[in-house]
């Protein structure tokens, strides 16, 4: 059965509108390493207040080298079990960098990071990262962008969580509902394919032929040392 003419065309147009897109930086740097948000870019977790109080435990370690500086990127729980977190095994709910034994960022929400590789759900990200917590986004020598992969509830898009890491700074630089649909790494460039919908699909696999049921794709590319969405 061929895919009916109106959503033929519309997911064309689409296509062809998503590539005249003009291509934004997701944040700057500053000559003192410095990192300079764009707010549209990060949206807001599901607010509750109760996570501030509560007390993590960190079970997850990854280091990173730049420039002369070394930070340590740490995830973990709720030691309360908050949210079906499984003391870490399904997923983690906070992410700390620390600095010389210092924290120096933490970023927590009330629902759950899933792990790249090796867990629930059963996506691989293992060609694109050497750990489960976060797929590396190398930027320079002196910059570069982790992005952490949210939990697919139903109804809507996992969370896409991206930190900036500077040699001086570390900064939450985009947070949105869109899922990865592809990856594409060389030693010159990153291109990550995103997507912000759920498409429907019908008994027969095929999405079905209503407004608006097509994919609303954007990409997040690398270049001359910064990450830019579209």
């Given at each position: ?42 949206d807001p ?90 797929i590396p ?87 001359d040392g ?5």
């Amino acid at each position: 059965m061929i895919m009916k003419i109106p959503a033929l065309i519309a997911s064309l147009m689409l296509s062809l509108a998503i590539r005249a897109q003009p291509a934004t930086p997701v944040f700057r740097i500053g000559a003192d390493g410095s990192i300079a948000t764009d707010p549209p870019l990060i949206d807001p977790f599901y607010n509750d207040p109760r996570i501030k109080n509560l007390t993590c435990v960190l079970n997850g370690s990854t280091s990173i080298t730049l420039g002369s500086q070394s930070y340590d990127i740490r995830t973990g729980y709720f030691e309360e079990d908050w949210f079906e977190t499984e003391r870490g095994r399904d997923g983690f709910t906070v992410i700390a960098i620390y600095s010389d034994n210092r924290k120096i960022f933490e970023l927590r929400q009330p629902e759950i990071w899933a792990h790249t590789y090796a867990g629930r759900p059963t996506w691989d990200y293992r060609p694109y990262t050497d750990n489960r917590y976060f797929i590396p986004i190398a930027l320079s020598e002196q910059a570069v962008a982790l992005a952490f992969v949210g939990w697919p509830y139903g109804g809507e898009m996992p969370y896409l969580t991206i930190i900036a890491l500077t040699d001086h700074d570390a900064k939450l630089v985009f947070n949105k509902h869109m899922g990865i649909n592809e990856i594409t790494r060389s030693d010159e460039s990153f291109s990550m394919e995103i997507q912000a919908n759920i498409v429907e699909f019908g008994e027969d696999g095929k999405p079905f032929d209503t407004p608006g049921n097509v994919p609303i794709i954007h990409r997040l590319e690398t270049k001359d040392g910064l990450l830019y969405f579209k």
